[in-house]
């Protein structure tokens, strides 16, 4: 009886505080729904929920030291948004109007300070108007094209060649004319109706409008695969403009921070690369494939960065090789607004993530110090002779693991002034953005008897200890006889294969070039890398190795007399100086040949974890004993030592082998080529170096030299410098 009465007690006490609860909730609705529901209903229909894409700043590049080579730098850019440009008081004035008015306020004050803006609008600022489509990047000319259709104005495909749109049938009909172009004055005519700019605008202040304006439609079009975007009006701007922006009550004005790339080295140009804006939709439609592929199988895209049109992104160099890397992932951000576009509440759905840390293999101390002994060289050379338009290039390859320590090249640039620069360097006859250590191939001459020497060990043709008789002429054709290089009988005698190496004897290395084949020449050239791709992660030629079938394609008959010319480095064999530094670090590692790269690492932005270690990969290997490798490295050794270039040596901190080489032009004129590694014993490093017109390859002998003692003379420790003002990720 006593339970049941407590068990009663407990259900009314529950019953008591559910209605509670009840009358509780009642009450707050009747408060929010009937005494201030006009007044929620007022907040929700002028509150504004909006979403916004947050940038991202792009990952730093080190070198193999922690050196910072490019990092990020906080600017201030300018945002102009029609849709915060309030109405106008005076009912006859349009709202288009009362925008351009804004943006004319907005233009006069950047020309007063020296501001530049963005503007893709390809016609003249000046009159008599004209269209600058040969000046501009295509992008702008799609773009246009774009937009022209969009107004039914014109559907001719624009080119940098078009000198003048057609009108559309429809157009004609509205102006009442049979056929004639769409002129540059009659598009200015057209936009500024379209804009409805104000009537007491001069043509040059309307035509300075319009190019504000036209970049805002263009982010309104209703075309495919178009994204609406917000519209940076400029980039980099003074904080005396931002103090006078924020005091001067500009309608439609907004300041944001934006970062920027900084490059905080004059050096390794041609490896760094450079950002830009996206140029085609097909380039944007291959950057964002990643994100389609994952959405179009179901899975999450929220870690793959989708790019918009105006992002920008690796153009060549490391920026574009690792720009999966660098990118990063954008934000959003939930923005709401009163009436007042007063920013009432702010929420991160996705925060941004800044891309990775990229370490590369180059040393920058190294690489400045390889860049000034090339310059020096080439130029005293210019001096010299007066040939202005030689260039040259040297590579330096870890024997290691194949990293890349040092790439230069000459004449070269900095990143740093690349834009103010850019119309003297495009005009420099030199070609100083050629990148010719990757690009340049070049007939190896002589540096490539000891790919002949090793093939012909390794096929059977010869031992190390064979001998040939080298008489000078050689006569094996009765219609093709030609001679070593030393043109005297006897020549140089009974030599074996260290020997021959050490004199450079053509006539040697003919015989043995005509014994095994052009094929097998072929196949060991090959596994050397010879004429294939190295693996380095930036764009290079893979050069030629002399073949039948590489003739045939030219439409030239292969005969006796090319096997020959290919076994001692001429003929059709064209190489780059990565190639035959990597080539030489091949042959003294005993033969496995890995791939060259600049990459070393990636770590988090935030140094948490290490996102890619790069493990050496081997390409090829090559057949070849250690007897064959000692034979080959004893010519090369005593040719440092003893032979035409010791003199050169003779100031090396370190023992070394090396061979040289000189490559017919044609002309009187030869490349002169030099390979190299060091330390004799037990190699570190091998060096290429190339100068176009240089002479033999012993006239580059001095520079090898040098950049060897660079290397080996060099022993402090890079550490992490971060310049002043840098932005880390």
């Given amino acids: 009886m006593e339970d049941r009465k407590r068990f009663h007690l407990r259900s009314n006490i529950l019953v008591v505080a559910f209605l509670a609860c009840l009358f509780g909730f009642i009450c707050i609705l009747y408060n929010a729904q009937v005494v201030h529901g006009k007044d929620y209903l007022a907040k929700s229909n002028t509150q504004v929920t909006t979403t916004q894409t947050v940038e991202t700043s792009r990952g ?3 070198d193999r030291n922690g050196k910072i080579l490019v990092s990020n730098e906080e600017t201030y850019c300018v945002n102009f948004d029609p849709k915060e440009v309030p109405a106008s008081s005076d009912p006859d004035v349009s709202q288009k109007q009362t925008i351009a008015c804004a943006v004319l306020r907005l233009l006069k004050l950047c020309q007063e300070y020296g501001v530049t803006w963005t503007d893709g609008l390809p016609l003249s600022t000046e009159k008599p108007f004209s269209y600058t489509l040969s000046s501009v990047q295509s992008r702008e000319r799609t773009y246009l094209q774009r937009y022209l259709a969009d107004r039914g104005w014109s559907e001719t495909e624009l080119t940098e060649t078009t000198a003048f749109p057609l009108m559309t049938e429809k157009l004609k009909e509205e102006l009442q004319v049979s056929s004639r172009p769409l002129s540059a004055n009659l598009l200015f005519q057209l936009m500024r109706k379209d804009f409805d700019i ?10 300075l409008a319009m190019g504000v304006l036209y970049e805002l439609s263009l982010r309104t079009l209703p075309k495919p695969n178009t994204v609406n975007i917000p519209y940076e009006f400029a980039k980099d701007v003074p904080v005396e403009v931002i103090s006078i922006l924020h005091d001067g009550n500009f309608d439609g004005v907004s300041v944001g921070i934006k ?15 450079r950002v830009a804006a996206i140029d085609t939709k097909e380039e944007r439609d291959e950057l964002n494939a990643p994100y389609a592929a994952a959405q179009a199988a179901g899975q999450d895209t929220s870690s793959i960065h989708y790019y918009q049109p105006d992002d920008k992104v690796g153009k060549d160099g490391v920026e574009k090789a690792f720009e999966k890397y660098l990118c990063g992932l954008e934000g959003k951000r939930l923005i709401t607004t009163d009436r007042n576009g007063k920013i009432t509440s702010e929420l991160y759905s ?13 040393d920058i101390d190294f690489q400045e110090k390889v860049e000034k002994i090339l310059a020096q060289s080439t130029q005293t050379m210019i001096e010299e002779d007066g040939i202005e338009d030689r260039g040259s290039a040297a590579a330096v390859v870890s024997v290691a693991d194949g990293g890349i320590l040092a790439l230069a090249n ?13 119309t003297e360097l495009a005009e420099n006859p030199g070609h100083p953005f050629t990148n010719r250590a990757l690009t340049g191939a070049y007939a190896p001459g002589s540096t490539f008897k000891p790919c002949t020497a090793v093939a012909a060990v390794g096929s059977g043709v010869i031992t190390t200890t064979s001998t040939i008789n080298a008489l000078g002429k050689y006569t094996y054709w009765p219609g093709y006889q030609p001679w070593c290089w030393r043109r005297t009988v006897p020549c140089h005698g009974r030599i074996n ?14 015989e043995v070039g005509r014994l095994m084949t052009i094929d097998v020449m072929g196949e060991y050239a090959a596994a050397f890398g010879l004429g294939q791709p190295t693996g380095v992660e930036i764009w290079e030629n893979t050069g030629v190795m002399a073949s039948p079938e590489y003739s045939q394609s030219q439409g030239v008959p292969w005969v006796g007399g090319n096997t020959i010319q290919a076994a001692i480095g001429q003929g059709d064999s064209s190489f780059t100086p990565l190639q035959l530094a990597n080539y030489i670090a091949t042959l003294v590692r005993g033969g496995e040949r890995y791939g060259a790269h600049l990459l070393n690492n990636v770590i988090s932005y935030d140094g948490s974890e290490t996102v890619l270690d790069y493990e050496p990969e081997v390409l090829a290997t090559v057949n070849m004993t250690e007897e064959t490798l000692e034979a080959v490295k004893k010519g090369m ?53 190339v100068i176009e017109k240089g002479g033999s390859g012993a006239a580059v002998a001095s520079t090898a030299v040098e950049i060897l003692n660079a290397y080996f003379s060099d022993s402090d420790i890079g550490a992490m410098m971060v310049p002043e003002g840098t932005l880390l990720p």
Avoid: M, W
């Fill in 410 to 422: 000459y004449p070269t640039y900095s990143q740093r002034t690349y834009l103010e620069n850019y």
């Fill in 259 to 273: 970062t920027v790339r900084q490059y905080n080295t004059d050096y390794a140009a041609h490896i760094l690369g």
């Fill in 350 to 362: 996705i925060e941004p993530r800044p891309g990775d840390t990229v370490s590369l293999t180059i």
């Fill in 60 to 62: 730093i590049i080190t």
């Fill in 497 to 510: 294969v260290s020997q021959a190496i050490f004199h450079s004897c053509n006539y040697f290395f003919y």
């Fill in 198 to 207: 104000p009537e007491d605008f001069t043509d040059e202040e309307a035509r």
């Fill in 637 to 689: 050794g005593e040719l440092a030592s003893k032979g035409s270039i010791s003199k050169y040596f003779a100031d090396c901190v370190v023992t070394a082998g090396a061979k040289t080489g000189s490559a017919q032009l044609g002309d009187s004129n030869t490349n002169g080529v030099f390979v190299c590694f060091a330390p004799f014993e037990e190699p570190e490093i091998a060096v290429a170096v």
